[in-house]
């Protein structure tokens, strides 16, 4: 959201005006919805919904594709599976890569994330997310269930999980929203929670988690 604030500027979108700013590329060392800067401002309503959008392989309203369907049955394939299997079979390989995106598709129906790469590196799964565009009001709905699939993909080659790499080729908020991100920067800066390190939680555990979690937040085992 501050990258958006501090560098973007006005753009449309079917939705209404947007704030775009430059593509940004990222790296989340661990995360989960117990961190702290989302349990104060993020939307606990909304987590069930986009969690099943991740789960789930049939459309969710009021989404117009299923993350699931498209990771598990595309084209009728498995592409958690395959990609496993890739890895499984050739642990240093760079072909670990799937698509979210098939050719010729309705054009309001395309996802705003368009693939994904698996990569063994040091004993552990790294995974890049890439997305089209991402409204980074929201794109932490998007970002804790993506965690739970790299580690799906983890548990099933039997390793932990590295990184996961972010890349947002148009990252914007909607100007309807930008007074709530406005506030969102100026308590999180008030209360110490704007920084790119790790804060500490309650009871002075890490804030973002280290492990692996499910789209509904139970945490998985190490």
């Keep these: 959201m501050r990258h958006v604030r501090n560098n973007g500027g006005p753009a449309e979108d079917d939705r209404g005006p947007i704030i775009e700013a430059p593509a940004v590329l990222f790296e989340i060392a661990g995360l989960g919805w117990e ?6 401002y993020g939307d606990a309503g909304k987590i069930p919904l986009y969690s099943r959008k991740f789960s789930e392989n049939t459309v969710v309203p009021p989404f117009k594709y299923s993350y699931g369907g498209r990771l598990r049955r595309f084209l009728g394939v498995d592409q958690l599976r395959w990609v496993a299997g890739v890895l499984r079979a050739k642990p240093y390989s760079k072909s670990g890569w799937i698509s979210l995106t098939a050719p010729g598709e309705s054009p309001d129906a395309v996802p705003c ?42 548990d099933d080659l039997g390793v932990s999980c590295g990184s ?41 555990r890490p804030g973002r988690d280290r492990g692996r979690l499910r789209p509904d937040g139970a945490r998985r085992a190490s």
Excluded at 35 to 40: E, F, G, K, Q, T
Excluded at 127 to 135: K, L
Excluded at 167 to 192: N, Q, T
């Design 35 to 40: 961190d702290p800067i989302l349990r104060s």
């Design 113 to 154: 994330l368009t693939s994904l790469a698996f990569r063994l590196r040091d004993g552990r799964l790294v995974m890049t997310a890439a997305f089209r565009s991402q409204n980074a009001y929201t794109s932490y709905l998007n970002y804790v269930p993506l965690r739970s699939i790299q580690g799906e993909v983890a």
């Design 164 to 204: 996961m790499r972010v890349f947002v080729d148009v990252p914007h908020i909607y100007a309807a929203d930008a007074a709530a991100v406005g506030e969102i920067l100026r308590l999180s800066e008030r209360d110490g929670l704007g920084g790119e390190t790790s804060v500490r939680g309650p009871a002075g």
